[in-house]
């Protein structure tokens, strides 16, 4: 077997608020097995980021009742304050507070602003994501798992974020190209093969 296949080249993308994380296909760990990571924050003193591809099995209005009616879905962000709710979203100036990602995304923001445009119907499950928890490093720990090749730097589009797809890992896998592509055949546990 070609190790080199799984030893992430360094002139690729570079990791950066609006960037996703690729996990590779045998990171341990349940939380960040083949998961797909948005970086909403990255600087010199860490980085935050939310799982775009672990859905919880139940909608929003039965986590929060401030949200009756709302069948958006909650998706683990990561193992930090999972007992906590986060969002990022499509709205933009809509939601006062709201910390810009990259154009078109937008993390956070006032909480009692969004239960009224959610509740009033001015924003819909498309717009916005919800998530318990989140992924944090602190500094340079991130940079040492991109060293140990543990995650693939990539690009991806607003749309995608808010697209409900568990599958999103094979798909941004494939977008990679090249040798990243043969990622996807790889099973989940070798072991068990």
Do not use: C
């Not at 939601?95 to 009224?116: Q, R, Y």
């Not at 720990?141 to 060293?147: D, H, I, S, V, W």
């Not at 693939?152 to 990243?180: A, R, T």
């Amino acid at each position: 077997m070609n190790h080199n296949l799984f030893k992430i080249e360094t002139n690729n993308v570079k990791p950066r608020k609006g960037k996703v994380l690729i996990a590779e296909p045998f990171l341990p760990g349940s939380y960040f097995n083949r998961s797909i990571v948005l970086l909403t924050e990255h600087n010199n003193e860490g980085s935050v980021g939310f799982i775009l591809n672990k859905p919880v099995d139940f909608p929003v209005d039965e986590f929060y009742e401030e949200f009756p009616g709302y069948k958006g879905s909650i998706y683990l962000g990561g193992p930090v304050s999972i007992d906590t709710l986060y969002y990022v979203h499509s709205l933009g100036d809509l939601i006062p507070g709201s910390i810009k990602v990259s154009n078109d995304l937008f993390w956070g923001g006032d909480f009692e602003h969004l239960k009224t445009i959610v509740n009033t119907g001015v924003a819909g499950k498309n717009q916005i994501r919800f998530f318990l928890g989140y992924s944090g490093w602190d500094k340079d720990q991130l940079k040492e798992e991109l060293n140990e090749d543990s995650w693939l730097v990539g690009d991806i589009s607003p749309e995608m974020v808010f697209k409900s797809n568990v599958k999103l890992w094979k798909e941004m896998v494939l977008k990679q190209g090249g040798k990243y592509r043969l990622w996807q055949n790889f099973p989940e546990n070798p072991g068990m093969n």
